[in-house]
């Protein structure tokens, strides 16, 4: 072989072995990059089921304090209602005497506004 010969193989071996290295830290690189973004689901999964049980828990617990609320309201509109009905009934006969009153009793007398100079 002469020597222009054994210079172009040697040129062409070296590009391979460059094309070689190339290519194999291609494959590094898109190994890396799905190990990274596998890695990266993998966090944001485990951050949305900590927030989601976050959610729950403080949805849970409001609901639990509605229905604290609801109930207390309730009580105090039974206790409200059951004082209105014990003030009525103590009060009935009073009342119908003044509306008795008010009905029966009538005035002759003309009004001084009715009244001409």
Known sequence: M??????????LDAEKKADEI????R?????LLK????????????F?????ADFQRKTNQ???DKDIYIKN??????EEIARAQEDASHHAEE???LLLNYVTEVYTELPSARKSG
Do not use: M, P, W, Y
């Open 95 to 97: 009342v119908i005497n």
């Open 2 to 11: 002469s020597q222009s010969q054994a210079g172009i193989k040697q040129l």
């Open 35 to 46: 190990r990274a973004r596998e890695e990266a689901e993998l966090e944001i999964n485990e």
């Open 73 to 78: 309201l309730s009580d105090k509109t039974e």
């Open 27 to 31: 494959r590094e690189k898109t190994q």
């Open 48 to 52: 949305r089921a900590f927030r989601n």
């Open 22 to 25: 190339v290519a194999h830290a």
């Open 62 to 64: 409001q609901s639990g």
